[in-house]
T-cell receptor
Framework: AQSVTQLGSHVSVSEGALVLLRCNYSSSVPPYLFWYVQYPNQGLQLLLKYTSAATLVKGINGFEAEFKKSETSFHLTKPSAHMSDAAEYFCAVSPRGATGANNLFFGTGTRLTVIP | GAVVSQHPSRVICKSGTSVKIECRSLDFQATTMFWYRQFPKQSLMLMATSNEGSKATYEQGVEKDKFLINHASLTLSTLTVTSAHPEDSSFYIC????????????FGPGTRLTVL
């Protein structure tokens, strides 16, 4: 079975500070991993995805994530937080590891607050 | 880019009534669509996989007679919450995978259902 664990349900950072959102995965086979962002009362928007190519994945809005097999992690980072980054962030895994087109299993989410 | 729409965005209904939610892929065909449910401040939970031309596949614990899914065409899936009760109040989100060079799931904006 595949799953992801997001450490920290709430993260607060000052505007301009580093953003680090943690995600660890559990998988018996190399997984496909995703980060999604959800703004209030909206659906999910894909930030980035790891599909077994480069381990450092760059996404939209200045976010990036690094796949570390030895640590079973896929943490999301951004060098400098903007107020507009305040949202809920979800890490997800594709159970079949084949494509992002399969159903996803989500972590519990991390709410990012950016302090002016 | 690919767009998935949902209608309605918000619905309020009385207990005992049925509510239909539509999910449409606007610029691509989707033989499979997924329906998720999200409780306040929680993650998305997969409810069922909608399959065009065949029966939906429901996740364990989801009542198929309660949540009727019909994948009428390659661009439309509907979720009907039958005999709705207050505990069915939730945020329902659909997604549709677009296969190709960059296999990605696209999420609808969600439908907030409130049952009085």
């Amino acid at each position: 079975a595949q799953s992801v664990t997001q450490l920290g349900s709430h993260v607060s950072v000052s505007e301009g500070a580093l953003v680090l959102l943690r995600c660890n995965y559990s998988s018996s086979v190399p997984p496909y991993l995703f980060w999604y962002v959800q703004y209030p009362n909206q659906g999910l928007q894909l930030l980035l995805k790891y599909t077994s190519a480069a381990t450092l994945v760059k996404g939209i809005n200045g976010f990036e994530a690094e796949f570390k097999k030895s640590e079973t992690s896929f943490h999301l980072t951004k060098p400098s937080a903007h107020m507009s980054d305040a949202a809920e962030y979800f890490c997800a895994v594709s159970p079949r590891g084949a494509t992002g087109a399969n159903n996803l299993f989500f972590g519990t989410g991390t709410r990012l607050t950016v302090i002016p | 880019g690919a767009v998935v729409s949902q209608h309605p965005s918000r619905v309020i209904c009385k207990s005992g009534t049925s509510v239909k939610i539509e999910c449409r892929s606007l610029d691509f065909q989707a033989t499979t669509m997924f329906w998720y449910r999200q409780f306040p401040k929680q993650s998305l939970m997969l409810m069922a996989t909608s399959n065009e031309g065949s029966k939906a596949t429901y996740e364990q614990g989801v009542e198929k007679d309660k949540f009727l899914i019909n994948h009428a065409s390659l661009t439309l899936s509907t979720l009907t919450v039958t005999s709705a009760h207050p505990e069915d109040s939730s945020f329902y989100i659909c997604s549709a995978p677009r296969t190709g060079p960059t296999d990605t799931q696209y999420f609808g904006p969600g439908t907030r259902l409130t049952v009085l």
